[in-house]
């Protein structure tokens, strides 16, 4: 079978298995776009912005746990879909990125829409190719997927020029089964040296806390967890990218952590002397300050990536493996070797962390006549029974879904956390609904987020995405907002939203529901009719409390145990005051 | 701390600006950097000179393997290795004076003669980046017209071996 360079790409990703393709056409692309015209294997969705093509295929993959594909074209296309490939390559999201670039003979000339997209895209992505041969073609696009897809995913770029998919040129095509690369080989299996050592270390623990991040979720690693969580009947929290690895509601999970976690978790943190870190990487915004990091703590952390052991963190039991694999041998000991007789220290720590427990640091004031935007994120819990797949875009309503939702099961909490990209909500909140037709996806937002991508709700029209838009409105870019009062006295520096326009009839023009809600007494009503539209997508602008803010707080630079508190929450020890330490 | 670290990369296009970028992003020193073709064309042999404290090193060992094109890699400041880099200088001489003295400095240094004008000598000096440096600070009564340092090769001593 002889096939051109065009046919050979849409080909290798039928063979693939790939399911959709996110994109936008142009000129270096053509070629490309003719062979997806003709065949029926690969589904393309058109965006309206290149970047949404990678947002949504970057939500497909945290959704579905398979590669997220994407076509644009060369020069702005590339530009364009560098935010959601570098959103993707933070939270180590797998992804096959592919850029048209001008005819190999015109790069460099500074052509028409030419950009030297493997330079612009190296910093941000997990590899990338420029495919200079045609015969090179199909093995470039299976080695793309295997480093995609095997140790640490992340996204993958292949640059192809126009002349390379030429339709007058035709080759034999070939689609390995397998590649093997002798310059990579991540490794997956701890060392049971090492596995044995942090099994030990953690059967003498007194005040153990098992911290766990998106590595789990990743590496499809939740089930084993439960498992060791429970064999352990140790404490729990897990970082904002590892919601739903544990269920919200498992009376070990203390909650997340971090600057915006809760008082017992970030207090168990504090006090805990061993720490067992899984799939996590020490984020600034999980640490606080570094040197107040766990300051009795001896650590181990479970990596898939060697270069997340001791980066900001020294370790002292590192266990570079995949997560699922090494905690189903840690299990596996831990039966064997039955436990030891810390349970009477073991209780004692519970006592400790139930009282931290006690403070209720997420209580927030429920009796006002203005629309609490947390009372809005428990109620959608409510109404999807805590089983909706939730994307989120950036900001306070990005931490209050994560705060107040409940997720119950990896890969529901669909969210930016390492790039923080604002706009990611949407895109995202399209590509989990394309995967899975008849689960409600719904994109919690902001009215400052939502009009980074608001151009997809006409994507949403023409592939008939039933997806529900909670934006939490409160006329200002609400986290810039909070820093602002916080530290920098109330000077609200170009963060508040004027001039924003009807959502409801935004959402019409679009051929979609639009809803706004403005009294607390109408929310409950109308986000059940919302819902309750099952085919249709609905934009709900919720006009909440303004001056409402994320708590707990640890402000940047500060230790877990130096909390912010929430003015309605009774702490047992005063509230500190925010001090202008920013980062 | 100084530390010399050696990689086998693929031989392909952009992989000296994947190790470049990768020390200008992360904020790594870079002292040296020379690369070239090894006797397997498909290869590329790496040297790299850099700075900072054990915690540096380790992120920028273990960064430099997670690149997709790198192979292999030695950091030959942790064994007994060997170290070059060559030296090619020319200064102003104008009297013959000067110009014997500058050749006995380069009898004591191992370098030679390469090129001798009767206004210039051009020496080329093959040794280890510290006696490189002590060579030209011996040079404080020549005017230096030109210093072009190769930046540092380097393998190990003995048995060892960087090969895939």
């Known amino acids: 079978m002889e096939l051109s360079g065009g046919e050979i790409l849409i080909r290798c990703l039928k063979d693939e298995g790939v399911e959709y393709l996110f994109g936008y056409p142009g000129g270096a692309v053509l070629h490309i776009y003719d062979a997806i015209y003709r065949q029926d294997d690969v589904k393309h969705i058109l965006v309206r912005h290149e970047q949404a093509a990678t947002h949504a295929a970057d939500g497909y993959a945290r959704a579905t746990g398979r590669p997220g594909v994407v076509i644009v074209t060369s020069g702005p296309g590339a530009t364009n879909a560098v935010t959601g490939i570098a959103t993707a390559f933070m939270d180590s999201i797998p992804m096959v990125v592919i850029t048209g670039q001008v005819a190999t003979a015109n790069i460099g000339s500074d052509a028409f829409q030419e950009v030297d997209a493997v330079g612009i895209t190296r910093p941000c992505v997990k590899h990338n190719f420029l495919v200079k041969d045609l015969s090179k073609l199909a093995e470039t696009v299976k080695k793309a997927f295997h480093v995609a897809t095997t140790g640490r995913p992340g996204p993958v770029v292949i640059d192809v020029p126009k002349d390379i998919t030429d339709p007058a040129i035709k080759i034999p095509y070939h689609y390995p089964d397998e590649i093997k690369m002798r310059s990579y080989d991540p490794v997956l299996e701890g060392d049971p040296e090492q596995i044995k050592r942090a099994v030990d270390l953690l059967l003498t623990a007194k005040k153990p806390m098992i911290y766990t991040g998106g590595g789990v979720i990743l590496g499809n690693g939740s089930d084993e967890l439960r498992t060791l969580v429970k064999l352990l009947a140790y404490p729990v929290t897990t970082t904002l990218m590892g919601l739903g690895s544990i269920p919200y509601d498992n009376e070990q999970f203390l909650g997340m952590l971090g600057m915006h976690g809760t008082y017992e978790a970030n207090m168990a943190m504090h006090e805990c002397d061993v720490l067992f870190a899984i799939g996590a990487r020490f984020d600034d915004r999980v640490t606080g300050k570094i040197a107040e990091f766990c300051p009795n703590a001896k650590i181990i952390h479970i990596d898939i990536d060697p270069s997340s052991i001791s980066k900001t963190i020294t370790v002292d039991v590192p266990i570079v493996g995949d997560v699922a694999g090494v905690l189903h041998e840690m299990s596996k000991l831990l039966q064997s070797v039955g436990r030891e007789s810390n349970k009477k220290e073991l209780d004692a720590w519970w006592k400790i962390i139930n009282g931290w427990r006690a403070v209720d640091c997420m209580t927030y004031d429920r009796g006002t006549d203005m629309i609490k935007p947390q009372a809005a994120v428990e109620l959608l819990h409510e109404i999807t029974a805590g089983d909706a797949y939730v994307t989120s875009d950036v900001g306070q309503h990005q931490m209050w879904a994560a705060q107040y939702y409940g997720f119950s099961k990896p890969k529901r909490w669909i969210n930016s956390g390492g790039l923080g990209t604002m706009g990611f909500g949407l895109p995202a909140a399209m590509g989990v609904q394309l995967a899975y037709p008849d689960e409600t996806v719904v994109c919690v937002t902001g009215e400052g987020s939502i009009q980074m991508c608001i151009q997809e709700l006409s994507t949403c029209l023409q592939y008939g995405l039933p997806i529900k838009i909670i934006s939490l409105n409160n006329r200002y870019l609400g986290m810039v907002r909070q820093w602002q009062e916080f530290f920098y006295e109330n000077r609200y520096s170009n963060s508040y939203m004027e001039s924003l326009p009807d959502f409801v009839k935004l959402a019409e023009s679009y051929g979609h529901v639009g809803m706004r809600v403005e009294r607390p007494e109408d929310l409950k009503p109308m986000m059940e009719k919302a819902f309750a539209m099952k085919d249709r997508l609905v934009f709900m602008d919720i006009v909440t409390d303004q001056a409402e803010n994320v708590y707990p707080m640890i402000m940047a630079g500060k230790a877990h145990n130096e909390m912010h508190m929430s003015p309605n929450c009774e702490t047992p020890q005063s509230p500190q005051s925010p001090e202008r330490e920013l980062s | ?164």
């Open chain 2, 1 to 164: 701390m100084r530390h010399i670290i050696s990689i086998l990369i693929e031989n392909e296009a952009g992989a000296l600006s994947r190790v470049a970028g990768l020390f200008s992003a992360r904020g790594y020193n870079i002292e040296s950097l020379t690369v070239a073709a090894t006797e397997d064309a498909s290869l590329s042999r790496m040297t790299i000179v850099t700075t900072g404290t054990d915690r540096v090193i380790e992120q920028i060992t273990k960064q430099l393997n997670k690149l997709i094109d790198v192979v292999k890699l030695l950091e030959l400041t942790d064994g007994p290795h060997i170290e070059r880099e060559m030296l090619l200088l020319k200064v102003a001489v104008t009297t013959e004076d000067s110009q014997q003295q500058l050749r006995r400095l380069l009898e004591v240094f191992e370098g030679h003669l390469i090129d001798h004008t009767s206004m210039t000598m051009t020496i080329q000096l093959t040794q280890t980046g510290e006696q490189i440096d002590s060579f030209i600070a011996a040079l404080t009564d020549y005017e230096i017209l030109e210093t072009v340092r190769s930046g540092v090769s380097g393998i190990a001593r003995g048995d060892k071996y960087l090969k895939i």
